[in-house]
C-alpha cells in the first residue's frame, strides 16, 4: 500500500463560521470526522490534526504568513485514484463551503 497525505484546506469564511459554533454544533461536526475515520479505518494511517498557522522560515529568518491549510491525515490506498476515491464522503469535502483536500502521494527513502 501506498500512503498519502492529505492537506486540508479551508476559505476564511469557513472558518469563522466554525469558530464561532456552540459546544454543541462543534460536537456534531467532530461525530461526521469520526464517522468517516470508523468507515475508512483500514486506510487511515494518521487522523490527522487542525494547523496553522503557516510561519515561514529561510535564511533570513521567520515570518507568520496567512494561508487556508486548516489540517492534515495520512491515508494508504492502492493508488492516487484509490486514496482520493476515499475522499468522495470526507467531512471537508461534504460541508460544501469552498473546503478542499489536496493529495500528495509519500514517497518512502
Not at 9 to 18: C, D, I, L, R
Not at 46 to 51: C, Q
Not at 80 to 88: F, G, T, V
Amino acid at each position: 500500500m501506498k500512503k498519502f497525505l492529505l492537506i486540508y484546506h479551508s476559505p476564511k469564511e469557513a472558518m469563522e463560521k466554525f469558530a464561532s459554533m456552540s459546544e454543541e454544533e462543534v460536537q456534531g461536526v467532530m461525530g461526521v470526522w469520526m464517522k468517516w475515520k470508523e468507515t475508512h479505518v483500514d486506510a487511515v494511517v494518521d487522523f490527522g490534526n487542525p494547523v496553522g498557522p503557516q510561519h515561514v522560515t529561510s535564511v533570513d529568518g521567520s515570518k507568520l504568513q496567512e494561508d487556508d491549510v486548516t489540517g492534515y491525515g495520512i491515508v494508504q490506498a492502492e493508488s492516487l485514484e484509490a486514496a482520493q476515491s476515499l475522499l468522495k464522503d470526507h467531512p471537508v469535502i461534504m460541508d460544501n463551503d469552498g473546503s478542499t483536500v489536496s493529495v500528495y502521494p509519500v514517497h518512502e527513502m
